[in-house]
């Protein structure tokens, strides 16, 4: 870091003069104009190039290189997530059909990408999305109430055996990717050029908060298809009413903790986020009780029962730290 000292010149105006290898490094010359940003903390944010558009960035992979298609196909997600806008993927050869059908399911996959060029040994997606126009809270919202939902229908799933619903919940994790993908890609869009963030109407650090809610939120959905997972194993098995009285029970409380801190996020509400932290200590005593029953039965059986009841258990503890987040974020805030 480098220390540099205020001047006063026309006897009103501070000034601090920039470093010349820094300005040289962005471009900049005598009379361009450089943006300040005063940040929350007291710092100020200096921007070499002042521009409300996204700027253009583009990432290239060679396919031949590449040893599996899942590799690509990973490679390509976080690429989307980077916030690139053109991604080109090529091969030394004609592309072998199935790196091929792997970037058409990550284009399928994404929101906001189509292939704007095909060749025989290339193909270029192009990012269609602005990050000025990206609505946070409802993306968010929208994530959180599809998560909630497959952990109601989990617990209905269990109860009724109904094993096609289970493989339903287990294929709307999908959705639940895309989301969060697109909240990562735009999160990280905006913090490379915060400028994005001021139609919006949000500070980069609210974007921020919605970035790592919905990292926690994506997970308690995987949560949910390991329960739907365990569900169709334990299809056609014989539960104790008792038994599954107490796993539906316990999945329960672990949706309203979840919910709950979702609630108090959106209301900024530090008392409500208090006092549901402290719901998981009947949660904890139940998935217990669970596992107690687990090591009652014999074989796979007694693993899938444990396995759902462990799964709940983490739900209400993801459902606490994103309720220790909401108080930190809100005591942050003040």
Same mark, same amino acid.
């Given at each position: ?6 001047? #006063? ?18 471009? #900049? ?58 991604? $080109? ?13 792997? &970037? ?24 269609? #999305? ?16 599809? $998560? ?27 959705? $639940? ?65 008792? $038994? ?27 008392? &409500? ?62």
């Amino acid at each position: 870091m480098e220390i540099r000292k205020i001047q #006063l010149t026309g006897g009103a105006s501070f000034i601090v003069s920039l470093p010349k290898g820094w300005a040289k490094s962005q471009g #900049l010359k005598k009379n361009d104009s450089v943006g300040i940003v005063a940040r929350n903390d007291g710092s100020l944010l200096l921007i070499p190039k002042i521009s409300s558009e996204q700027t253009q960035r583009e990432k290239e992979f060679d396919a031949s290189s590449i040893e599996k298609s899942i590799y690509l196909f990973r490679m390509l997600v976080g690429a989307y997530i980077e916030g690139y806008n053109v991604i $080109v993927v090529k091969s030394r050869k004609r592309m072998p059909p199935q790196l091929r059908e792997t &970037v058409r399911e990550f284009v399928r996959g994404m929101i906001g990408l189509e292939i704007i060029e095909e060749a025989s040994n290339s193909i270029t997606i192009k990012d269609l #999305l602005n990050p000025a126009e990206m609505p946070f809270d409802k993306a968010t919202k929208r994530i959180s109430s599809i $998560v909630s939902n497959m952990h109601k229908d989990a617990l209905f799933a269990l109860q009724n055996g109904d094993e096609a619903l289970s493989k339903d919940i287990i294929a709307r994790d999908d959705e $639940v990717d895309r989301l969060h993908w697109l909240i990562s890609r735009q999160y990280n869009a905006i913090s490379k050029n915060i400028l994005l963030a001021e139609p919006l109407g949000l500070s980069s650090g609210k974007i921020a908060n919605y970035s790592l809610i919905s990292r926690i939120v994506e997970r308690i959905g995987d949560h949910a298809v390991a329960i739907s997972k365990n569900n169709i194993h334990l299809a056609g098995e014989e539960l104790e009413k008792a $038994v599954i009285d107490l796993i539906v029970s316990a999945g329960n409380t672990s949706i309203t903790i979840f919910t709950t801190s979702m609630e108090a996020f959106f209301d900024e509400d530090i008392e &409500v986020a208090n006092k549901n932290i402290e719901c998981t200590t009947s949660l904890v005593s139940k998935c217990e009780e669970i596992g107690n029953i687990a090591l009652e039965h014999t074989g796979e059986k007694a693993l899938y029962i444990g396995y759902i009841g462990e799964s709940i258990r983490r739900v209400g503890e993801y459902s606490a730290d994103l309720a220790e987040y909401v108080i930190n974020y809100l005591v942050g805030k003040e």
